[in-house]
């Protein structure tokens, strides 16, 4: 079984639908990260989250928001999915400051029509 | 934004050669990861490196942190079929949490 678990792991909707990507890690890691990936980018970050009670923008927010339910736990929500947020997201955890390693889970292909 | 520069885009080598790829950017990093990203799949860690200068393998693999720290590159000797796929660099600044990514190497292999 992965240690980082994304669900689901496709899925299509239509615009306006509310949306929400779960993810769970048996890592026991504290830091855990939401990232999208488009063609031809770089993963780009949406938030992050460092403990329970820490919640973080990153560099594209708009337009998500994010519940850390516990350590294991992080999702993503789309409150009203568009066109352009058709994209593969992926979850991430890493462990703390000093081991600086990111697992990545397997990926959520979200198509928004 | 910060950036990574990866290059080469895409390649396409012969079965058994050897083959390099690398990261540039203007800022510094206190860590560089490369990943293996197969089509429809999450991104696997390969490497990690911490230290200016390190060196480390991973079978076939090898990557580096270069001297500068603004830099890393990987090659993977004796490529097999299954090496297809695409290979990304991952770098976190300095001071900071952040990680920046490369957009990718293609990676082929003709048997």
């Known amino acids: 079984d992965a240690d980082v678990t994304q669900t689901p792991r496709n899925r299509i909707t239509k615009t306006g639908k509310r949306i929400m990507l779960e993810c769970s890690q048996t890592?026991?890691?504290?830091?855990m990260y939401w990232y999208r990936q488009d063609p031809g980018l770089g993963l780009r970050l949406i938030y992050y989250?460092?403990?329970?009670?820490?919640?973080n923008k990153g560099e594209i927010s708009d337009g998500y928001s994010v519940s850390r339910q516990a350590q294991a736990k992080f999702s993503l929500s789309l409150e009203s999915a568009i066109p352009n947020q058709t994209a593969l997201y992926f979850c991430a955890t890493s462990a703390s400051v000093r081991r600086r390693e990111l697992f990545f889970g397997e990926g959520s292909r979200l198509t928004v029509l | 934004g910060q950036q990574l520069n990866q290059s080469p885009q895409s390649m396409f080598i012969q079965e058994g050669e050897d083959v390099s790829m690398n990261c540039t950017s203007s800022?510094?990093?206190?860590?560089w990861l490369w990943y293996k990203q197969d089509p429809g799949e999450g991104p696997v860690l390969l490497i990690a490196l911490y230290k200016a200068g390190e060196l480390t393998s991973n079978g076939r693999l090898t990557a580096q942190f270069g001297i500068t720290r603004k830099d890393s590159f990987l090659n993977i000797s004796a490529s097999i079929p299954s090496d297809v796929g695409i290979y990304f660099c991952?770098?976190?600044?300095?001071?900071?949490?952040?990680?920046?990514f490369g957009t990718g190497t293609r990676l082929k292999v003709l048997a």
């Open positions: 890592k026991g890691h504290d830091r």
């Open positions: 989250s460092f403990d329970v009670k820490d919640i």
């Open positions: 991952a770098g976190q600044l300095q001071g900071t949490y952040k990680y920046i």
């Open positions: 800022s510094i990093f206190n860590t």
